[in-house]
């Protein structure tokens, strides 16, 4: 499962959550892609189908939806809400869909650096 985010600032802050100033990797990079036929490739979870406490680090029920997913196959791209900012959208793509390649598309790859200021 790739992890990717409907902007760059939340997938940033996705990124920031996970990282202390001693762990942080010295490169991090922000890659633009583009979902060809997203109204048909990607699945929206709707709200009333997320677990009871979600946005729990470590909520095993979460895993358990993501690994359906992905032994289904239906989709190449799932829309669910972020834990970390609610109000936005994590999209969970799945690398192994059939013709992934033709459909996800690398529009650009550029370097982003960790601002010391967001590492406490």
Not at 33 to 49: G, V
């Amino acid at each position: 499962m790739l992890y990717t985010s409907i902007n760059s600032s939340l997938a940033y802050l996705e990124n920031l959550v996970h990282f202390n100033e001693f762990d942080a990797p010295d490169d991090l990079f922000i890659v633009a892609i583009e979902i060809k036929n997203a109204n048909e490739t990607i699945y929206e979870l709707p709200d009333a189908a997320y677990p009871e406490n979600w946005k729990a680090p470590g909520n095993m029920a979460n895993k358990v939806i993501g690994d359906r997913w992905m032994s289904e196959n239906k989709f190449v791209a799932f829309k669910v809400r972020s834990a970390v900012n609610p109000s936005e959208y994590n999209f969970l793509i799945n690398p192994v869909f059939p013709g992934f390649r033709d459909i996800v598309i690398v529009q650009s790859v550029e370097p982003l650096s960790i601002d010391s200021r967001l590492l406490k």
